[in-house]
C-alpha cells in the first residue's frame, strides 16, 4: 500500500515521499488522520477533557455519516498535561510520526503558541477551539481559530463593568506566566480606563497557593470591583482568601473562569461574580441546542461547557474545510478554511476573517446558586 510520509527535517516544509511499505509510517491507514493537542491530566484538566469531549463527539458524528471522502475519519490525542514546554514535541510527534492531516489544539493561548509554529513550518493548518490570545494566528496563514479573540473580550468585560455594574474603580490581578491573561488585562484596561480608574495591578503567578499580600494590597485600594484575568483554578483560590481578607465586591473575569472546578473548588466564595465566554447551553441556536442534546446522550446527561463545544465545532469546521477542498493536502484545507463563511456551528454562526480569527458574539455568565447561569450576549 501506498503512503506518505512528511519529513520534519525540510527547509520547505512539506515533503512527500513514497514508501512501498505499510509498516513505514504510522498514519491511519485508509483512514483520514486528525491530531488533537490537549489538556487531559494536570492543572487544566477541565479545559482539555471537554475540549476533547467536543471534538470526540464531532468525530463519531462525522464517521457515522458516512467520513469524509469517503473515508473514516480517525483522531489521535495527546495529552500536555497542562505543562508549558510539551506541545512543541507533542505537535512535532504527531505531524513526523501520525502523519495528521491537520491539528486541533489547544485551549489555552500558551499552549497553542507552542503548537502553532511546529504547524505553520510544516504546512499542516491548526484549528485552536478556544485560545483568544491574538498572537495565536499571528503566528502565520495555516494557524485559525473558531472563537473571538481577546481584544473583543475585554472590552466586553470593561463596558459591563462600567454600563451594567456601574463601577468606576476596579483592581487588576494578572497571572504573569500565562500569554492569555498578560493579553486580557491589558485589554480589559485599555477599555475601562477611557472613563474608568484603574485603582491596583497587581501580578500572580499561575499555580501559587498564597495570594494574600497581593490581595491585602489589592483591598487597600478600594475597588468596587476585581478583574482576574486567570484560568478556573488559581480564581477558586484566590476568590476564597479574597472573602477571608473581607474583599467582598464583586469578582470579574474571562473564558478561563469556565472550568467546573471553579464551582467545586471556590463554592460559596464564587457565588454572584462574572465571566465572560463562549457560549451557554441556555441560549443556543437550533444547532446549539441539537449539540447540547448530543453531548448529554453521549456523555452521561452531562451540560456541555464553552470548551466542549468550540472543540466540537473545530472538529466540524476542519471537516467542511476537507469536504469542500476535496482534498487532505495542507495547502487545500487551509485555503477552503480560510474561506469560511457563515458556517452553522454549535456555538452560533462562524465566519473566519483575514487575520482567521472568528467574529463572533459573547455571553456574559454569572455564579449563580452553585452553577453558571447565563445573563447576556454581546454582539461585536
Ligand atoms: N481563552 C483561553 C485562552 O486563550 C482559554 C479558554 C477558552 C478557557 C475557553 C476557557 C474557555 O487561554
Redesign the pocket.
Known amino acids: 500500500m501506498i503512503q506518505r510520509t512528511r519529513s520534519l527535517f525540510l527547509a520547505t516544509g512539506t515533503a512527500l515521499v513514497l514508501s512501498a511499505f505499510s509498516g513505514c509510517n504510522e498514519g491511519g491507514g485508509d483512514a483520514i488522520v486528525i491530531g488533537e493537542f490537549a489538556s487531559l491530566t494536570g492543572k487544566e484538566a477541565n479545559?482539555g477533557t471537554s475540549s476533547h469531549e467536543g471534538t470526540q463527539l464531532a468525530v463519531e458524528q462525522i464517521n457515522a455519516a458516512g467520513g469524509l471522502l469517503g473515508k473514516q475519519v480517525e483522531l489521535r490525542t495527546e495529552d500536555n498535561l497542562s505543562k508549558a514546554g510539551e506541545s512543541a514535541n507533542i505537535v512535532n510527534k504527531l505531524i513526523a510520526k501520525d502523519q495528521v492531516v491537520a491539528v486541533l489544539g489547544e485551549?489555552?493561548?500558551g499552549r497553542s503558541l507552542e503548537g502553532a509554529p511546529i504547524c505553520q513550518q510544516n504546512g499542516i493548518p491548526m484549528i485552536s477551539p478556544?485560545?483568544?490570545?491574538p498572537k495565536v494566528t499571528e503566528t502565520g496563514d495555516y494557524v485559525f481559530r473558531v472563537c473571538f479573540i481577546d481584544p473583543f473580550q475585554g472590552t466586553v468585560m470593561a463596558n459591563f463593568a462600567k454600563n451594567s455594574l456601574k463601577v468606576t474603580k476596579v483592581a487588576v490581578f494578572t497571572d504573569v506566566k500565562s500569554d492569555?491573561s498578560k493579553g486580557l488585562a491589558k485589554f480589559f484596561k485599555e477599555g475601562f480606563s477611557k472613563s474608568g480608574q484603574i485603582v491596583a495591578e497587581l501580578d500572580y503567578s499561575g499555580g501559587d497557593k498564597d495570594f494574600k499580600a497581593q490581595l491585602t494590597t489589592i483591598k487597600n485600594a478600594n475597588p468596587e470591583a476585581v478583574f482576574v484575568p486567570g484560568y478556573y483554578t488559581d480564581v477558586a483560590l484566590i476568590r476564597i482568601q479574597a472573602r477571608q481578607l473581607g474583599l467582598n465586591v464583586p469578582f470579574l473575569g474571562g473564558?478561563?473562569w469556565?472550568g467546573a472546578d471553579l464551582l467545586t473548588i471556590g463554592k460559596d466564595a464564587v457565588e454572584g461574580d462574572y465571566f465572560s465566554?463562549?457560549y451557554s447551553p441556555e441560549a443556543g441556536s437550533p444547532k446549539g441546542k441539537a449539540f447540547v442534546e448530543a453531548y448529554k446522550a453521549r456523555y452521561a446527561g452531562k451540560t456541555p461547557d464553552?470548551?466542549a463545544a468550540?472543540g466540537y465545532d473545530s472538529a466540524m469546521i476542519l471537516a467542511e474545510a476537507i469536504k469542500t477542498s476535496g482534498s487532505t493536502e495542507g495547502a487545500k484545507i487551509r485555503d477552503a478554511l480560510a474561506a469560511t463563511k457563515n458556517f452553522d456551528a454549535a456555538t452560533g454562526s462562524i465566519t473566519l476573517n483575514e487575520s482567521r480569527d472568528a467574529v463572533k458574539a459573547a455571553v456574559i455568565l454569572q455564579v449563580k446558586d452553585g452553577a453558571f447561569k447565563y445573563l447576556e450576549t454581546v454582539s461585536p
Do not use: I, K
Not at 130 to 133: K, L, R
Open positions: 479545559f485551549v489555552a493561548s478556544a485560545s483568544t490570545n492569555y473564558d478561563g469556565e465566554t463562549h464553552a470548551m468550540l
